[in-house]
């Protein structure tokens, strides 16, 4: 019988990359699948894993009806056996209970990955629809890092590597931790006087995996590395490591 599964976990939990590998595994045994996304870091209509790998998928927007295209692709003749459905922590309630619906009336596997909880430690609607809602929740078991070492449990938003606990839920950022820098807007000094200041950078937004000490306490990979000094390397320090 078909199921609802949901693959949860932080960033770098590999969620992506175990997707595309569903997908390729269950395409080896001869099933057909629909691959879907959202808001993905590459662009719109695909997925892709950190690892490098990317493959082609259904954008998910906010008036997707996961029903009404099942039923328009097996109208005309689509095999469905299976969804993949990535990055969603970004669809609606609505859309997590059609996507129910389909395993339930059309006898067809549903895959779901994404984080469960935001950068303010609350759930996701649709995560929180799919624990809800699903057949089997599943913890990934690639654990991301904290800085520090320990397991990251949580998801943090910095601008300017400085961590932030309000603003809009989904927000477009980097995921490689912030460097440090001297700030660009400081006035220089040249041909003995003092120019005019820099215009002011655009904040830089960034995430990053934190264990839920430091999320509590907002130190972020910057925070730290500026604490302890900018030559100075953390227990577990991606700055440096790509140094």
């Known amino acids: 019988m078909a199921e609802l599964v949901f693959f949860s976990g932080t960033m770098d939990c590999g969620k992506s990359t175990l997707a595309l590998q569903m997908d390729h595994n269950h395409t080896a045994r001869g099933r057909s699948g629909l691959l879907f996304s959202s808001h993905d870091r590459a662009g719109e209509s ?138 660009p807007r400081q006035a220089r000094l040249t041909g003995g006087g003092l120019d005019e200041l820099d215009p002011p950078a655009a904040p830089v937004i960034g995430y990053e995996t934190l264990c839920r000490r430091h999320h509590m306490r907002r130190v972020t990979t910057l925070s730290a590395r500026t604490q302890a000094g900018s030559d100075v390397a953390l227990p577990f320090d991606p700055v440096a490591a790509r140094l």
């Open 46 to 183: 695909v997925i892709s894993s950190r690892l490098g790998l990317m493959t082609q998928a259904v954008e998910v927007r906010q008036d997707t009806d996961f029903w009404e295209e099942l039923v328009r692709r097996r109208t005309h003749g689509t095999r469905v056996d299976y969804l993949i459905c990535d990055e969603a922590q970004f669809y609606t309630r609505r859309q997590i209970e059609q996507l129910a619906r389909v395993v339930d009336d059309m006898d067809i596997d549903v895959f779901a990955f994404g984080i469960t909880s935001d950068f303010r430690t609350e759930l996701f609607p649709g995560s929180q629809r799919l624990i809800e809602l699903a057949d089997r929740t599943q913890v990934l078991q690639v654990e991301a890092l904290c800085w520090c070492g320990r397991r990251a449990t949580h998801n943090a938003r910095t601008v300017d590597g400085v961590m932030v606990v309000e603003g809009e839920q989904m927000v477009v950022g980097d995921v490689e931790p912030a460097a440090v820098e001297t700030d």
